[in-house]
């Protein structure tokens, strides 16, 4: 079965560089969501978007911005990079539409090294 | 804050054996709990969830078991297997709050032979 698709797995950037993650989800699956696993941390919510709209927002930096495109991909944008933005960000996806329960499905994640 | 809770980092179990890792939470507005399984550097991968209308949900060698008044949850191995060994996340979700996952710390399970 297709699961969710991140690309680069690996990054590495300067401070106050910029960055932007992809995500591709699940076929048929209309929300996406964002987040931030730092080093012995667990995940923290940073955004969602739901048929191309945001849904919820967490913990993101406004330094960070999102969006969810026609074909259901999203990019996450990231600016200023800071030491500590560096982390594991994973995409999940999943499909809201008919109601009911939430199932989230991970992506490998992207790991982000800020030098 | 930290809504979702899992107090032990660690379970050790031998194989053949049940594991029982348990789950707290303190937002009695979550409705929706699920069991992440994850190897370092990849991404966590659904195991199994519960809705709040259910106490109990089984598949296969995983049963989740949910007690709302105490506001508990446990997802029980049996048999354990050496492939099981890997962190488990707790997870917990509103449909009143946007459906954003709250995670538990992990416990890092290690079956061995």
């Known amino acids: 079965a297709a699961g969710v698709i991140q690309s680069p797995r690996h990054l590495i950037k300067e401070k106050r560089e910029t960055a932007t993650l992809k995500c591709y989800p699940i076929?048929?699956?209309?929300?996406v969501y964002w987040y931030q696993q730092g080093p012995g941390q667990d995940p923290q919510f940073l955004i969602s978007?739901?048929?191309?709209?945001?849904?919820d927002k967490g913990s993101i930096p406004d330094r960070f911005s999102a969006q969810q495109f026609s074909d259901y991909h999203s990019e996450l944008n990231m600016s200023s990079l800071e030491l500590g933005d560096s982390a594991l960000y994973f995409c999940?996806?999943?499909?809201?539409?008919?109601?009911?329960?939430?199932?989230?499905?991970f992506g490998p994640g992207t790991r982000l090294t800020v030098l | 804050d930290q809504q979702v809770k899992q107090n032990s980092p660690s379970l050790s179990v031998q194989e053949g054996r049940i594991s029982i890792l348990n789950c707290d939470y303190t937002n009695s507005m979550f409705d929706y709990f699920l069991w992440y399984k994850k190897y370092p550097a990849e991404g966590p991968t659904f195991l199994i969830s519960i809705s709040s209308i259910k106490d109990k949900n089984e598949d296969g060698r995983f049963t989740v078991f949910l007690n709302k008044s105490a506001k508990h949850l446990s997802l029980h191995i049996v048999p354990s297997q050496p492939g099981d060994s890997a962190v488990y996340f707790c997870a917990a979700s509103g449909s009143n709050s946007g459906y954003a996952l709250n995670f538990g710390k992990g416990t890092s399970l290690l079956v061995t032979p």
């Open positions: 999940a996806s999943s499909r809201r539409q008919g109601g009911g329960t939430d199932t989230q499905y």
């Open positions: 978007f739901y048929e191309k709209m945001q849904s």
């Open positions: 076929p048929r699956h209309d929300t």
